[in-house]
């Protein structure tokens, strides 16, 4: 199967933590978002945007450090216009962006090299964003025993 998030060719890395091991790459993690990712989940900023069509908008933190959880691995944020931070996740020389496509074709421009890395105690300190990962945290766990 083809992928268009940033990285897929390359994201054959394995899971770190036995509750994940049946997400064997970063692609099945795509996979699984797919049916996860919803207007609930996305950034409040962004949500009158989100649609089926474009399902990782405003899902990049909450994403990236879902992924971090399972993969383990660090996050790095590109800083977008307005000051916030495009989140995605590089583990050894893998590196890989699961949201990249919400950007369409400017996603070929972000840059993912020298960028800052991103702490989860920093993003979550905004409540909403905490929840809003915690909430498809919870939804993964369920569909991984369903």
């Known amino acids: 199967m083809e992928y268009h998030f940033y990285g897929w ?3 054959l890395v394995q899971p770190v933590c036995k509750e994940y091991e ?3 790459s970063p692609r099945e993690l795509y996979d699984l978002l797919s049916e996860l990712w919803c207007a609930d989940t996305c950034a409040p900023r962004m949500r009158e ?3 089926e069509e474009n399902k990782t908008l405003g899902q990049c933190s909450i994403t990236a450090f879902l992924a971090q959880d399972i993969f383990g ?3 790095y944020g590109i800083l977008r216009p307005g000051g916030n931070y495009h989140c995605y996740n ?3 020389d893998c590196c890989f962006d699961l949201t990249s496509e919400q ?3 400017e996603a070929a421009e972000l840059v993912y090299e020298g960028n800052p890395e991103q702490f ?3 993003h979550f300190a905004k409540e909403e964003k905490r929840l809003r990962y915690e909430a498809l945290k ?3 766990e369920e569909k991984l025993k369903g």
């Open 9 to 11: 060719e390359n994201a």
């Open 73 to 75: 691995g660090k996050v």
């Open 120 to 122: 989860r105690e920093e």
């Open 22 to 24: 049946k997400i064997r």
């Open 138 to 140: 919870r939804a993964l």
């Open 103 to 105: 950007f369409g074709e």
């Open 49 to 51: 945007e989100w649609s």
């Open 90 to 92: 590089v583990i050894g």
